[in-house]
């Protein structure tokens, strides 16, 4: 299917309208690339969330405790390699941040499996109860996480050689966030060669349209929807990671907190889209930076704005469900 570049056209026009603003084209430079990293870093935490919406129909106001699980995970697996994460050497911090990444995908998924069959499960279909026993499933993993690793705030520090920036000529660009584009863009091309080019992608996206028939061809549906609810829960461990690691701290919230930001983003986007997911992502997190740099005040309803202006334009999203 062809791309519609109006959307890409809009990031850009968001960029180009934002660099006389912003004073200089420096400070412009840094500001978009902060945004940038950022909008690919809450890509990888909202594409699992698209993920499960666009191919169950599932609407998940619980995906923020996947979050926060992840996020705690590395909190305990870097604190228990806290050689390793202080290490000047490079290999060393990849090696303890990738075990981050892969104990807080991996707890996540496990909860996932827990979550969709004991909450998810008995609702398919019923979009109000899904918000509401799913909103509670997330108010309970919060509780249960004050119970395992505290209320308090828990630093988390960025591994030794991930601190600093790197310098091209006036434009500071930090390390870590480099590395959370190219997480992020392996994300995007992963998901979509996943669902484009693969059998189970296939299969995926035929259980939505025609269950019954596909069940009749000797495949289990149900299995399929299973897997694509826990990789929407590994997905969201993993941007919760980077998040925690970006903010540098920890709390039981930081699920919550996000959450709204992650359903703006796939309403912008197109409920199910993940080329869409990740437009809208860029958008939030530019937008975000530009505001909280020109105008401080009207950062806190800037994403709002910036929701109902798309809508305004396109009521169903930048890209329709069938953009994926």
Same mark, same amino acid.
């Given at each position: 299917?062809?791309?519609?570049p109006k959307p890409l056209a809009l990031l850009a026009t968001l960029m180009l309208l934002a660099l006389?603003?912003? +004073? %200089? @084209?420096?400070?412009?430079? &840094? #500001?978009?690339?902060?945004? =940038? !990293?950022?909008?690919?870093?809450?890509? $990888?935490? *909202?594409?699992?969330?698209?993920?499960?919406?666009?191919?169950?129909?599932?609407?998940?106001?619980?995906?923020?405790?996947?979050?926060?699980?992840?996020?705690?995970?590395?909190?305990?697996?870097?604190?228990?390699?806290?050689?390793?994460? +202080? %290490? @000047?050497?490079?290999?060393? &911090? #990849?090696?303890?941040?990738? =075990? !981050?990444?892969?104990?807080?995908?991996? $707890?996540? *998924?496990?909860?996932?499996?827990?979550?969709?069959?004991?909450?998810?499960?008995?609702?398919?279909?019923?979009?109000?109860?899904?918000?509401?026993?799913?909103?509670?499933?997330?108010?309970?993993?919060?509780?249960?996480?004050?119970?395992?690793?505290?209320?308090?705030?828990?630093?988390?520090?960025?591994?030794?050689? =991930?601190?600093?920036?790197?310098?091209?000529?006036?434009? *500071?660009?930090?390390?870590?966030r480099v590395l959370a584009c190219v997480i992020g863009l392996a994300v995007l091309v992963a998901l979509?060669?996943?669902?484009?080019?693969?059998?189970?992608?296939?299969?995926?996206?035929?259980?939505?349209?025609?269950?019954?028939?596909?069940?009749?061809?000797?495949?289990r549906i149900r299995r399929l929807f299973v897997g694509v609810f826990v990789a929407g829960a590994a997905?969201?461990?993993?941007?919760?990671?980077?998040?925690?690691?970006?903010?540098?701290?920890?709390?039981?919230?930081?699920?919550?907190?996000?959450?709204?930001?992650?359903?703006?983003?796939?309403?912008?986007?197109?409920?199910?889209?993940?080329?869409?997911?990740?437009?809208?992502?860029?958008?939030?997190?530019?937008?975000?930076?530009?505001?909280?740099?020109?105008?401080?005040?009207?950062?806190?309803?800037?994403?709002?704005?910036?929701?109902?202006?798309?809508?305004?334009?396109?009521?169903?999203?930048?890209?329709?469900?069938?953009?994926?």
């Open positions: 299917m062809k791309l519609d006389p603003l912003t +004073g %200089s @084209p420096s400070t412009w430079a &840094n #500001l978009t690339l902060a945004g =940038l !990293a950022m909008g690919l870093i809450i890509f $990888v935490i *909202a594409s699992g969330l698209t993920l499960v919406f666009g191919l169950m129909d599932v609407l998940n106001f619980g995906h923020g405790v996947f979050i926060a699980l992840g996020a705690f995970t590395a909190t305990t697996v870097m604190a228990t390699l806290s050689p390793w994460a +202080g %290490s @000047p050497d490079v290999l060393p &911090n #990849l090696a303890v941040l990738a =075990l !981050a990444c892969s104990a807080g995908m991996a $707890v996540a *998924a496990a909860v996932g499996v827990v979550f969709e069959r004991v909450l998810v499960r008995p609702v398919y279909g019923q979009h109000l109860k899904q918000i509401l026993i799913t909103m509670g499933g997330m108010i309970i993993g919060e509780e249960l996480i004050k119970a395992t690793w505290g209320a308090q705030l828990i630093p988390l520090p960025l591994p030794e050689s =991930l601190r600093g920036i790197f310098l091209l000529g006036d434009v *500071a660009v930090e390390r870590f979509l060669l996943v669902l484009n080019r693969t059998k189970i992608g296939l299969l995926i996206r035929a259980g939505v349209q025609d269950r019954e028939m596909v069940e009749a061809l000797g495949y997905l969201a461990g993993l941007g919760g990671v980077l998040w925690a690691l970006v903010q540098q701290g920890v709390e039981p919230q930081i699920g919550a907190k996000v959450n709204l930001l992650l359903f703006i983003v796939i309403i912008i986007g197109g409920l199910g889209s993940t080329v869409g997911c990740l437009v809208g992502a860029l958008l939030v997190g530019l937008v975000a930076n530009y505001v909280g740099f020109i105008a401080p005040k009207a950062a806190l309803f800037s994403n709002i704005a910036l929701m109902v202006t798309v809508l305004m334009w396109r009521p169903q999203g930048l890209y329709p469900v069938g953009a994926k």
